[in-house]
């Protein structure tokens, strides 16, 4: 019997790409794990009218650790189009499986984090004093709610009546949209809960304590979005005093956060926001340590089930390349999330330092660190195909 049972969710185009590689690092390396597939995503949307079907939810409950590569979403109108012609006209719905997933289970938790790696071209280089040039080591962890916030669905057009009439009963509604034909108003709400906001705190002033971060920063906006920002910023102030007094609680607004980005990014350690504010600082972060290629995530639920997943998409053109060109490291990083999850540090450690040492040599170098168009002449130009990124990292671990 193997020591842990996984559940891999390769999805689409690029995602089962990269999937394929993590599985070849993760024996290399003597993770001592069975892999059960579960099906999801455009094929079986296509085929099944769901892209995330029942089987697929079962295997996740009853193992409850996965590896997920990525998914390809489309609008309603272009999903329904490519329905296999038995399933057309007969009321199917598409919607994303990797946000039913985090519905589904509760996966309230999301981090992310943005480490600079030595030598990575693509680092974040700013203008110093004179005409030096620097290049500030980045340690940022991301956590973002990631279930609430303008992701929970709950949005209309032309509100119905219920909705409107309640609408109408707060002063700013009435007397800013008060006059504007019903039929005209699009509302997406941005939802927080006491109980969701205090979890994604909680983990990200843990976080900060486990691992010897000195900071929290709460990214929000408090002094406009009173209610829901203002919540999160309360509780901080709250949680922060009562039960972390050691870690330093600071506050920027999304907006003054994506100007410090380039201006201090060193300064940040571990910033905590909701999903809509998250998912914009861990993209602006994950761009300053190289991007889509570098960027891992792990989402946790209450209930002890966890999910990693490179924040990247199935970026669908590159999906068909007969050698495969996308960075592996992304994927790579996620499982090693998943390594410590598990308590398998020893092994996750290996395979990071057989990461960083890969790209610090700086010999083998996918199509994204050499700075070129994702065309496949790439290769024929000097670019490592996913496969030889790969190759390098598990030569590296088996050294
Ligand atoms: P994407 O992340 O798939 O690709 C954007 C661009 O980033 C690519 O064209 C490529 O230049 C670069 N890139 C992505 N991954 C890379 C890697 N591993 N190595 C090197 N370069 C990489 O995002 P896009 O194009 O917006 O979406 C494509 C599809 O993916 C859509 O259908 C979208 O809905 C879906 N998507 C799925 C996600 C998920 O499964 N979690 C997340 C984001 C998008
Ligand atoms: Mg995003």
Known sequence: ???????????????????????????AAGFDAGY??????WEFWCREGNPLPDRTIELIRKHKVALFGAITSKPNDEARAELDPPLQGKGYTYSSPIVGLRQLFNLDICVRPCKSYKSNPLNFVRRGKGDSLEEPFIDVVIFRQNTECLYSGVEWTSPPEQVYKALMTHPKFMENFGNVP??????STRIFTRRA???????????????????????????????????????????????YPEVRLLNTNIDAQMMWLTKNPEDYEVIVAGNMFGDIASDAFAGLIGGLGF???????????????????????YAGYAIPIVNPVAMIESACMMLDYLEEKEISSRIRKAVAAVIEEGKVRTYDMMRMNGRPEVIQNGAASTIQMTDAIISRILK
């Open 1 to 27: 019997m193997p020591k842990h049972i996984i559940v891999t969710l390769p999805g689409d185009g690029i995602g089962s790409v990269v999937m394929t590689q993590v599985l070849r690092v993760l024996a």
């Open 36 to 41: 059960v597939h579960g099906d999801i995503g």
């Open 182 to 187: 019903v039929e005209e108003l699009s509302i």
């Open 197 to 243: 906001t205090e979890r994604i705190l909680s983990a990200a002033f843990e976080h900060a304590r486990k691992f010897g971060y000195k900071s929290v920063t709460v990214c929000e906006k408090p002094n406009v979005i009173r209610e829901t920002s203002g919540l999160m910023w309360k509780m901080a102030r709250e949680i922060q005093r009562t039960l």
């Open 295 to 317: 960027a891992c995530s792990a989402q946790y639920s209450s209930d002890g089930i966890a999910v990693f997943e490179p924040t990247h998409g199935s970026a669908p053109k």
